[in-house]
Each structure stands twice: as structure tokens, then as C-alpha cells.
């Protein structure tokens, strides 16, 4: 065996130990960039001139005072928004409509304001990062969203808006202010890399419904399914709805752009066989591959990770064609953990007065 120059060798390690160094600072920097553009303060005009809100009509100067006592709060006082995509509103349903003006952090408010009417643009999830998992973004029956779409003259930083709402009768709410930050697309480097689905998690009130799908590893609906025959007599099947999720690789590069591919399997019980035979009767295990792309997001300061989606494809779905969001959807909004090898996605929120969580585990 031939003997390695020691110094050589030293001098090779060194070098690695420099180029991680300099790798590592370079990402920082990077990192550094990305919240620096953040903090900026983005004029109220300029933001003003480049929104587009459905239903609703520019109107010059200031919105109407408030009058009477219609209640109003925002969950939020501070919200994140995206490139392109923009934010959404929540507002009670009952509402006849809204105003909204934009101001500047520095308290300067933009020459006029939106008038929102009843009607608000409302986008349903269209599906999970795992469509084969529970939503944990549904929204309560008794609110409505308004979405706010950005021009490409928005870049990244911060403004604020003031928001109320009027009723049939004329009342108009107390104005409520909330600052938004608008996301550059990355934000930390280390989150960057492949990685491959192991396990997910989603709770409803409590223990109440624990749903868990695993790589690899057939997962069924936890209740049975009650079938009435053509005989009108009644039978009951277990696990009539199986998926497996064969894999999900999720990729989120450096430059905040991200894609992930996944494929699965399904085992659905045949209605028609079933009713006919008075017999679980099971279809043809059927396999679909899904992508999405798009960019990704996090804020170091509310440990948020954001993905909005701008082009979505499942096989098994809409022909084989893929959906564009020219505006983006809403994919995941949630925290994250991370160590070298594993990253891991939580999202929480209330619905019909419960609390439901997902959790999504990766591994390099």
C-alpha cells in the first residue's frame, strides 16, 4: 500500500475546511440580502397603484368615517405576504362589504382607498401537499376572504393597510390596521436541498380523529363504510379507501423556486360491485404521480415557511393537464423544524371551534 504525503494531505484538508468556510459565508450573506430587502419600506402609493382586488372599485381620498357600532376585529395585526401572489383578508360573511387603504410605515396613507362589495373572492383548497392527508387550512362557514393580488411593481418589504367594514344598514366599523411583510422568495439557505417524504400526521379536537400515512405503507380511512344493497339489506366495509404514498421528493433550491413529484396508489371499493353483490367488492388498484412548482419562503422572525404554488399536474385529474395559478395558491403555510438531515412541516388552525394539526416529516 503506498503511503499518503502527510503534508499533502494536510494541505488538501485545509483547503476542504476553506471552501466550507467560504461556502458557509457566502449562504449567510445570501441569507443576510434576503432580510435586508425585507425590512425596506415600501411606498404606500406604489403599493396602492399595483394591487387588484376583485370586487371592488378605486375611489379618491379617504374611506367614509365610521359610523354606529359594528363590531370588528382582525385575528391579526401582522401578516406575510408573497411575490406576485399577494394576501388574503378574512372578514365575517355577514358583511355588506369593505374599505381598504394602504399606508406607508412611515404613516403616510395612499390618495385613495377600495371599496370592496359583498361577493368576496373566495379560493377553496384544491388540494394538500399530500393530497391523501387532511386540510388543516379550512376556513370557518362564517367568514369570507379577500384576495389581494400584487403587480410586478411590488417588490420586497413592508406597508401597512387599514381595513373596516359597513353592513346594509350604513353602519361602518372602527378601522383596523394590520402590517404585512412582503416575502423575498428564499430566506434560509440551509432549508435548501432534496428531500424525501417519511411520515405524516393530522389531528382533529384533540384524539378525537388521528389520521397517520407513512412511505411506503398502505393507510385506509379509519371509519367503515355503510353500503344499502339492491336487496335493501345492509353490509359494512372495512378500509373501503387506501392510499399508499410510494414516494414525495420535495426539492427547494437556493433561489427560492421549488418542485416536488410524488406517486401514489389507490385501493377504492367498487360501489356498483358492492351493491350488487352485497359484498365488499374492491376495483383495480389504480397509481397517479402528481408535481407542483413554484417558490418557497421563510421569515426567520415568526419561524414561518411558506410554498405558493403556481402550476400543479395529478394524472389522475382534470385529463392529464396541469393547472397554472397565474396569481398562485396557497400550498403550505406553516412552521418548520430543521436539523442536517431532517425537516419537518407543522401547520395548525381552528375549525368549527377545534383545533386540527398537520405535520409532515422529511429526510435527506
Known amino acids: 500500500m503506498k503511503k499518503i504525503n502527510v503534508y499533502l494531505l494536510a494541505t488538501f484538508c485545509a483547503t476542504l475546511i476553506a471552501c466550507s468556510d467560504d461556502d458557509s459565508s457566502t449562504a449567510n450573506n445570501n441569507d443576510a440580502v434576503i432580510n435586508a430587502l425585507e425590512d425596506a419600506e415600501l411606498s404606500a402609493t406604489t403599493v396602492s397603484s399595483n394591487i387588484t382586488i376583485e370586487n371592488a372599485t378605486k375611489e379618491t381620498g379617504n374611506p367614509p368615517s365610521p359610523t354606529g357600532s359594528l363590531p370588528f376585529t382582525v385575528s391579526e395585526t401582522e401578516q406575510s405576504a408573497f411575490l406576485n401572489s399577494g394576501f388574503n383578508i378574512t372578514i365575517p360573511q355577514s358583511a355588506a362589504g369593505a374599505y381598504l387603504q394602504i399606508k406607508g410605515n412611515d404613516g403616510t396613507l395612499a390618495s385613495e382607498y377600495y371599496d370592496i362589495k359583498n361577493g368576496f373572492s373566495f379560493s377553496p383548497n384544491k388540494h394538500t401537499l399530500l393530497k391523501n392527508n387532511q386540510t388543516t387550512t379550512r376556513k370557518d362557514g362564517d367568514t369570507n376572504e379577500i384576495e389581494v393580488d400584487f403587480g410586478a411593481e411590488i417588490t420586497p418589504g413592508q406597508f401597512c393597510y387599514a381595513i373596516c367594514i359597513y353592513d346594509t344598514e350604513g353602519n361602518i366599523s372602527q378601522p383596523q390596521e394590520v ?51 339492491d336487496n335493501e339489506t345492509e353490509i359494512e366495509i372495512e378500509n373501503a379507501y387506501c392510499d399508499t404514498t410510494a414516494f414525495l421528493t420535495l426539492v427547494l433550491n437556493a433561489d427560492g423556486t421549488y418542485r416536488y413529484d410524488s406517486e401514489s396508489t389507490s385501493n377504492n371499493f367498487d360501489y356498483d360491485l358492492s351493491t350488487t353483490n352485497c359484498e365488499a367488492t374492491f376495483g383495480t388498484e389504480e397509481t397517479s404521480t402528481e408535481y407542483s412548482t413554484g417558490n418557497w419562503a421563510y421569515d426567520e422572525e415568526e419561524n414561518k415557511f411558506t410554498l405558493v404554488e403556481f402550476e400543479y399536474f395529478d394524472s389522475s385529474e382534470n385529463d392529464g393537464v396541469a393547472e397554472v395559478y397565474e396569481d398562485g395558491y396557497l400550498a403550505f403555510d406553516g412552521s418548520l423544524t430543521l436539523t442536517e438531515s431532517t425537516f419537518s412541516l407543522y401547520e395548525e388552525s381552528l375549525y368549527q371551534g377545534e383545533t386540527e394539526t398537520s405535520k409532515i416529516d422529511f429526510k435527506r
Do not use: P
Not at 424525501?196 to 400526521?201: A, D, H, I, Q, R
Not at 389531528?203 to 367503515?224: P, Q
Open 179 to 229: 402590517c404585512v411583510e412582503v416575502e423575498a422568495w428564499g430566506g434560509n439557505t440551509a432549508i435548501a436541498g432534496t428531500w424525501n417524504f417519511v411520515k405524516s400526521e393530522y389531528s382533529y379536537a384533540g384524539t378525537s380523529y388521528l389520521d397517520t400515512n407513512i412511505a411506503g405503507v398502505e393507510s385506509c380511512n379509519n371509519s367503515n363504510t355503510i353500503v344499502i344493497c
